[in-house]
């Protein structure tokens, strides 16, 4: 049993910044990797940022050098944080847990970003 919550989403103006959390719990293995994805509406759901065990990461290049992500000390919580946003990072977040050749989604949270 794997579940992921996240939180820090909300209403931000272009520019601005967010945190986003995800904490997972469960049955979760030592060597995972952890990504942030967002969907848009009218748009297909899109890798935004990934993180392995090891630390090696990968972004998209429309958030390159704007979002980075990152594991916290605590075990399991992973951080997505977006600075300088564009009214284009508007989109529903979703946390993802990749083990075992499986994946695992969280909830999504709103992120919007006002022109």
């Known amino acids: 049993q794997v579940q992921l919550v996240e939180s820090g989403g909300g209403l931000v103006q272009a520019g601005g910044s967010l945190r986003l959390s995800c904490a997972a719990s469960?049955?979760?293995?030592?060597?995972?990797?952890m990504g942030w994805y967002r969907q848009a509406p009218g748009k297909q759901r899109e890798l935004v940022a990934t993180l392995t065990y090891g630390g090696s990461t990968n972004y998209a290049d429309s958030v390159k050098g704007r979002f980075t992500i990152s594991r916290g000390n605590a075990k399991n919580m992973v951080y997505l944080q977006m600075n300088s946003l564009k009214p284009e990072d508007t989109a529903v977040y979703y946390c993802?847990?990749?083990?075992?050749?499986?994946?695992?989604w969280g909830q999504g949270t709103q992120v919007t970003v006002s022109s």
């Open positions: 993802r847990l990749r083990q075992a050749s499986q994946d695992y």
């Open positions: 469960g049955s979760i293995f030592t060597i995972n990797t």
